[in-house]
């Protein structure tokens, strides 16, 4: 019988799953609300799981203590992209692929003094004719923000936010001006009466050192299936943090707190 492992379908996780090998092991790839399902239904053993999901079902759930998906700083694929200033905003379109980037999003919105009417929508960009702002994530909106380039600057530090009228706003950025922490997005979650063989973290283990040794192909071959340039995967790719370090939980608590959430994780021990 294989054991199956849940990984959302994005270029950030390439790292983690590219050199994935193991006897008996099955990937499904699905979006981050999909696998935090299949997860609590036992359906899928171990998955990466949306931080607002586990720190809500922290109760059922144990964590792997050195892997996560997270970023200091910008993040370049969880997005609002907007045409009004942010307090200004009164009409936001979701992305139905993650809870945590939609609770994030309203965190930053009601700090800036908004309060908008939201509705979850299926899209991309075309979403601004009926909306003041649309939150787009993943290669989703990878794509959309690479639309948008007219050329690629020779540093990422030159990339614009602000496209005419229309103004993008990296929500892992807003939270390390809010915070000087890491925005945690996903962490690798199991059932507590279900923990996942040794075999199977180990396997994780090699396949991510193996994928961050060779991040430049990795990179390659998402820019190509994305239809980007390499260096901007490149870059989006190096800049993720991929073990949870103390600074990612510490990064993962405020999100907790901020939420009004307690933080007790269970940690993998085997």
Known sequence: MSYRLGFPPYANVAPLVRFLEGEGLEVVHAPPTALNRLLLEGEIGLSLASSFFYLTHQEALGLL???SVAVLGPVYSVNLFHKKPL???RRVALTTESATSVALLKLLLEEAGARPEYRREEGGLELLEAYDGVLLIGDRAIRAYAGLLKALPETPHALPSAFG???VTDLA?????RTRLPFVF???AYRLEDPPPKAVVQALRRARRRGLAQLGEVARGEAERLGVHPALLEHYLWNFRYHLEEPDRLG???FAEALGLPFQPSFYSA
């Not at 950025?173 to 001006?177: D, G, H, K, L, T």
């Open 65 to 67: 203590p050195d892997f």
């Open 87 to 89: 307090s200004e905003l």
């Open 165 to 167: 009228a229309l103004e």
């Open 173 to 177: 950025m807003a939270w390390f001006r």
């Open 186 to 188: 996903a962490v690798w």
């Open 252 to 254: 993962l608590k405020a």
